[in-house]
Nanobody, 115 residues
Framework: QVQLVESGGGLVQAGGSLRLSCAASGTILSFNVMGWYRQAPGKQRELVATIISGGTTVYADSVKGRFTISRDNAKSTVYLQMNSLKPEDTAVYYC?????????WGQGTQVTVSS
């Protein structure tokens, strides 16, 4: 049973920074993809950034240059450093882990950016 526990969301003013963390527990293969998605009210869930176990990263165009995804394989933890936050970044952020054909999600953490 894989569990993902997120932390680090909150309220921040525009231009500020937040760091999200997601720790995975359970049976996890060494090769996997971890990432962050977000869902704003009335919108579909969208990719923010992903990172595979070897370190290759993918970012949404809207966050390139502002967000950085990283991971600690020894701790099975993925991080999302968010800088220069904008009101349009406001959403529930979900941690995601893909292992083989299995797709796991965290419970979500709210990020609110005030103008």
């Amino acid at each position: 049973q894989v569990q993902l526990v997120e932390s680090g969301g909150g309220l921040v003013q525009a231009g500020g920074s937040l760091r999200l963390s997601c720790a995975a527990s359970g049976t996890i293969l060494s090769f996997n993809v971890m990432g962050w998605y977000r869902q704003a009210p009335g919108k579909q869930r969208e990719l923010v950034a992903t990172i595979i176990s070897g370190g290759t990263t993918v970012y949404a165009d809207s966050v390139k240059g502002r967000f950085t995804i990283s991971r600690d394989n020894a701790k099975s933890t993925v991080y999302l450093q968010m800088n220069s936050l904008k009101p349009e970044d406001t959403a529930v952020y979900y941690c995601n882990l893909v292992v083989g054909r299995y797709n796991h999600w965290g419970q979500g953490t709210q990020v609110t950016v005030s103008s």
